[in-house]
């Protein structure tokens, strides 16, 4: 049987039930690596962000980064965790290209921060997720696959590395198994990620751009007989960076180990990579025997060990806990609760209050995001905070609707522009002559031929029929390419009626 053979998703749930495991990898927006010096920022020229530490160089020492500490421990505190009162760091050793040292500095058996729990809400029913344990590590190097067509290793001629990234600041969020989501466990998974999201940059630790890798899961599935208590093998899927592609992949793999389980073959407990293009994911390297990573204590750090008047203090940060922030802002803007849930489900909550904040109505803000824009990023195949429109820009075109510069079709003409990098939208609309025409002359001269060419409908509306009003208006509206104010074009319509 091949790998690439499916179960219908339904199916695959009336007889199996999914058990996921979640490891979120968040980094940092320290201003320097997790043990050196070097500036921690996305980019720049391969290797020009390292020195001797963060390359394993002999001889050189790391120095842990205090702000990366307090970043952790408000973190665990959101999160619901325990804080350690004394943690140590670990040597995780293991040979990889991008790795320099050959070995990460990790935290093993003794994390910063451990028991938590945090609840999600997916279609009106709460899931609470268990989390085991929020540790502090350093990131790897970028392996850059050179010579291929779409950047990857598959077809390269050669690979080089970028160790730009080694060393930065991680965050490694690790959650229980999470059981009893069924159908909804990749839509739970999603909301879970989300969450994290939205939490790390509301506690201003993180950035949280996914598309630029500062929030990555590894996200594990097993299934399991309906009714059974024993767990299935699992599967891991590697550094999975959207909000979307978390659910397809989960998705995706529910039904692939179905068909398997299903023909009485087994799942290879191994990693697997997630292909974006049409949503599948392929075999990486087998993990049907524990790896052993040697794991030690760290010689060259000392403990960790937070007092209990700096995380009391820590505590005192945090900001609104993000369903807390919900609620509130569901009271404020006046949605329902299924907009709301389809507000959060899209990742749309920060960009309809920034846009809110910005001058635009709530309402409006949301028939915006959740719209077109939603529409273009879907077309897309990206997050909608990376659709390319800022919420101040949709602030300033709901302003001009709200004006009577444009209406809702010009506003659609203008998001076009805008999304192609042609500027603001009012600078698209000088630009493009998109302006409503309200001049009453030219207006009335349109108004005159739609009348002359539409006989019958002039009739009823002079018999006192004035819902067919709207066939003359649509006439107008054709004749002046969508730019004709509706509302005046009516009222000339009545007069000239009678």
Request: aromatic share 6%; with cysteine; proline share 5%.
């Amino acid at each position: 049987m091949s790998t690439a053979a499916l179960m219908k998703y339904e199916d695959a749930l009336a007889k199996y039930d999914p058990v996921l495991g979640l490891e979120v990898h968040v980094e940092l927006n320290t201003r320097t690596k997790m043990f050196c010096g070097c500036i921690n920022e996305f980019g720049g020229e391969p290797n020009t962000h390292t020195c001797p530490v963060c390359l394993g160089l002999p001889g050189s020492l790391p120095v842990v980064n205090e702000k990366a500490v307090e970043s952790a421990i408000r973190i665990g505190l959101a999160l619901n965790c325990k804080i350690a009162e004394w943690c140590r760091f670990a040597r995780k050793n293991y040979f990889y290209p991008d790795v320099p040292k050959n070995y990460q500095i990790s935290q093993y058996d003794e994390p910063i921060a451990y028991d938590g729990h945090v609840d999600v809400e997916v279609d009106g029913q709460t899931y609470r997720i268990e989390i085991e344990r929020a540790h502090m590590e350093e990131d790897a190097g970028k392996s850059l696959h050179i010579g291929g067509a779409t950047g990857r290793i598959q077809g390269a001629d050669h690979s080089a590395m970028d160790y730009n990234r080694a060393g930065t600041p991680l965050i490694e969020i690790v959650t229980k198994p999470i059981e009893g989501t069924g159908d909804k466990a990749p839509q739970v998974a999603r909301a879970y990620v989300a969450m994290l999201r939205d939490l790390v940059k509301a506690l201003d630790v993180s950035d949280a751009r996914m598309e630029q890798g500062s929030v990555r899961c590894d996200a594990n599935v097993s299934l399991r007989p309906i009714g059974r208590e024993e767990y299935g093998l699992r599967t891991e899927t590697k550094n999975v960076n959207s909000l979307r592609s978390i659910e397809r992949a989960l998705t995706y793999e529910i039904t692939r180990q179905a068909a398997l389980l299903d023909a009485g073959e087994k799942v290879h407990q191994e990693t697997r990579h997630f292909h974006e293009l049409d949503g599948s994911t392929s075999s990486g390297r087998s993990k049907e025997q524990a790896e052993d990573y040697r794991y030690f204590p760290e010689p060259d750090l000392v403990p960790v060990a937070p007092s209990r008047e700096w995380v009391e203090q820590l505590r005192t940060t945090l900001p609104e806990p993000p369903a807390q922030r919900r609620k509130r802002l569901l009271a404020d803007w006046g949605f329902s609760d299924l907009e709301m849930r389809d507000v959060v489900s899209a990742g749309a909550v920060d960009l309809i209050e920034e846009t809110v904040a910005a001058g635009a109505p709530a309402q409006a803000a949301r028939k915006w995001w959740m719209g077109e824009l939603s529409r273009k990023a879907n077309d897309a195949g990206v997050e909608l905070e990376s659709v390319g429109m800022t919420p101040a820009q949709v602030a300033e075109l709901q302003g001009l609707v709200d004006g009577k510069t444009i209406n809702d079709k010009l506003a659609r003409q203008v998001i076009e522009h805008v999304l192609a990098g042609q500027g603001g939208p009012a600078e698209v609309v000088e630009a493009r002559g998109l302006a409503v025409v309200s001049d009453d002359g030219a207006l009335s001269e349109a108004v005159d031929a739609a009348i002359a060419a539409n006989p019958d409908v002039a009739d009823k509306i002079r018999d006192g029929k004035l819902a067919a009003a709207g066939a003359l208006i649509g006439a107008v509206m054709k004749q002046m390419r969508g730019q004709a104010d509706a509302g005046r074009v009516r009222e000339l319509i009545l007069e000239k009626l009678g």
